[in-house]
């Protein structure tokens, strides 16, 4: 690609504080532009997605804005591909961008 910018994204593994300075979501690689957006200050509690199908479950709390970091974990009492538990816990008050971090089954064992 001709021209083009190559950008390097990182993930913010938690939201700042409200009144805090915002928090950066993107630069470009060669360091010249710095992109960032404010910080909210906005609160959800998070939804159950316990026993969730993965693709399901991540995409419930994708859509609330919430980044998701999967970890596979052997289960004998969850199905493989769906969530064995999440981190904060179901029922937990999470501010905007805080990740959540899901445990998934995966077979063998």
Do not use: N, W
């Not at 710095?34 to 910080?39: A, F, G």
């Not at 609160?43 to 026993?51: I, R, W």
């Not at 709390?61 to 538990?85: E, Q």
């Amino acid at each position: 690609m001709t021209g083009a910018t190559k950008v390097q994204r990182s993930t913010v593994a938690a939201c700042c504080a409200p009144g805090e300075a915002p928090a950066v979501l993107a630069s470009v690689a060669d360091g010249a532009t710095t992109s960032s957006v404010p910080c909210s200050s906005s609160s959800t509690v998070l939804p159950d997605v316990v026993g969730v199908f993965t693709p399901t479950g991540v995409a419930r709390l994708s859509a609330l804005g919430f980044p998701v970091y999967t970890v596979p974990v052997h289960s004998d009492t969850v199905a493989p591909g769906h969530i064995v538990s999440m981190t904060p816990e179901a029922g937990s008050v999470a501010y905007a961008r805080e990740t959540v971090t899901v445990d998934i089954s995966v077979s063998g064992g």
